[in-house]
């Protein structure tokens, strides 16, 4: 065993790299080659390769048995379980480097389950939790729970102690109820809140009505449908930074996740009688569509592309200055 410039690398174990962090362990049968960037306190265990074009960030945990490849950048506090797959090229073919080996991003506080395969060239992105033996084939959004092959978000993740804990509609048997009509369940997170839409039930049928200001918080410049999204699919994935909408599913039901950058909550829209107010600034991802769903969402605002935040780090930034006094 030794130590060289703080940096523990075991008797068995090669780090050529003189670009690693203070706190660094490289175990046994490990190898760091010269053009790679590690930052400090990683644990880099037995059997791992780590070529050189690779950038990797602060207390990242690799366990056993993976090889880090080039195009690979790796943020901060990231965990990799035990032979983890990645690749850098969708077409290999013995000798025939491509020109550029395709770039992989796993962003800040993503864990990686034992096993799983992640393809070239995608993003996983901030806090994410890939399930052990996950073959992840697209990019995948903040905080989203995969499992899978190929994977498919089955959740996301509350990371912070303090967010508010999932809420259930009224078409659940939890015990919950919106209340009366006119009702409203704030969310308590950047505005969002649940409301109790009116219904008339006689031998003819059903109605539910939408009042401009009542029910429906703002005066509506767009109305659209969204529908046939199939059961592994996202929507959503933005923020708009004045648009305030209002989502129904009139059809089956979808899972819908608001998130202020702090707190997240999921709530299930399958009661058309229900409606989520999505206020602006917030972050929305509607998934787990049932194959009839069918959600109307009115908008506050004509469509104006510049309106929207796509990037989830963009996003955080924004909050945060927001936040600002």
């Known amino acids: ?25 490289v175990w046994a049968f ?7 960037r590690v930052g400090r306190d990683c644990n880099i265990c037995d059997h791992v390769f780590i070529e050189n074009d690779v950038e ?29 797959s990645f690749s850098n090229d969708l077409y290999p073919r013995s000798r025939q480097l491509p020109k550029a080996f395709l770039v992989t991003t796993i962003e800040d506080d993503v ?15 901030r806090g994410a939790m890939v399930g052990a033996g996950a073959v992840v084939t697209r990019d995948v959004p903040p905080y989203a729970r995969i499992v899978g092959n190929p994977a498919k978000i089955i959740g996301y993740e509350n990371v912070e102690a303090s967010a508010v804990p999932v809420i259930d509609p009224p078409s659940t048997a939890n015990g919950y109820h919106a209340g009366e009509v006119g009702s409203r369940l704030d969310l308590k997170v950047g505005g969002c809140f649940l409301e109790q839409l009116p219904q008339f039930s006689d031998m003819r049928g059903g109605l539910t ?20 999204v199939s059961s592994d699919r996202v929507r959503g994935e933005h923020a708009h930074r004045e648009c305030e909408q209002f989502l129904v599913a009139v059809a089956g039901g979808v899972s819908a996740l608001v998130d202020n950058g702090i707190h997240r909550v999921e709530v299930r829209l399958d009661n058309r009688t229900t409606g989520l107010y999505l206020a602006p600034m917030v972050w929305g991802v509607q998934y787990k569509f049932t194959p009839d769903c069918v959600v109307l969402v009115i908008a506050s605002h004509p469509y104006d592309a510049n309106d929207y935040i796509r990037d989830y780090e963009v996003f955080r930034q924004a909050v945060v200055k927001n936040l600002r006094p």
């Open 56 to 84: 990797i960030g602060d207390e990242v945990t690799i366990k056993c048995g993976v090889q880090i490849w080039d195009g690979l950048r790796i943020k901060n506090r990231v965990f990799i379980g035990p032979n983890v």
């Open 30 to 36: 490990a190898h760091v080659l010269p053009g790679a």
């Open 1 to 25: 065993m030794k130590f060289i410039k703080k940096i523990f690398v075991h008797d068995y174990g090669i780090c050529e790299s003189p670009h690693v962090g203070e706190g660094t362990r």
């Open 111 to 125: 864990s990686i389950g034992a096993n799983a395969t992640i393809l070239p060239g995608i993003r996983i992105a």
């Open 209 to 228: 009505p939408l009042e401009f200001e009542r029910g429906v918080p703002f005066k509506p410049a767009r109305i659209f449908l969204v529908y046939g």
